[in-house]
């Protein structure tokens, strides 16, 4: 399997690991047991990290999709490389590190990490349009 795909793969890892962490924080919440396994139809007041990590999610959601299409089109076409490697490496580090500082509330050094983890489709792009 190819570094790519290992990339990938812990992408997949890490979106479940940001679902425990605001589930976690749901379940200590006051009521939050309860919420979680009823209907939800009211809310659910949290603490503002909670909140933030369940923004991180969506965030990853949004991202992950387009990730994991250019990570299967360069191995279907045969051309990864180090500098798909190297994209892909660089996608998954900085989506832990724009999530981390999605939940300790860090401004502007969470959008560095979300335009590194962007750069690093853009090195697979670039690879696939050689």
């Known amino acids: 399997m190819t570094t790519d ?9 890490f979106y479940f ?14 009521g939050g047991f309860g919420w979680a396994f ?13 909140a933030r990590a ?3 999610q969506q965030n990853l959601t949004e991202n992950i999709g387009p990730f994991a299409a250019l990570v299967l089109v360069t191995e279907a076409a045969g051309k990864a490389n ?7 490496t660089l ?6 590190v724009h ?3 999605y939940v300790a509330g860090i401004t502007y050094l969470r959008s560095f990490a979300w335009a590194a983890a962007l750069g690093g489709e853009g090195l697979i792009l670039y690879r696939i349009c050689q």
């Open 5 to 13: 795909l290992w990339m990938l793969a812990g992408t997949a890892i």
């Open 17 to 30: 690991v940001v679902m425990f962490l605001y589930s976690f924080g749901r379940f200590a919440t006051p």
């Open 38 to 50: 009823g209907n939800r139809d009211t809310s659910l007041e949290v603490a503002p990290w909670v």
């Open 54 to 56: 369940v923004r991180a």
């Open 82 to 88: 180090g500098l798909t490697a190297l994209g892909a």
């Open 91 to 96: 996608f998954l580090c900085a989506r832990v």
């Open 99 to 101: 999530a981390g500082l």
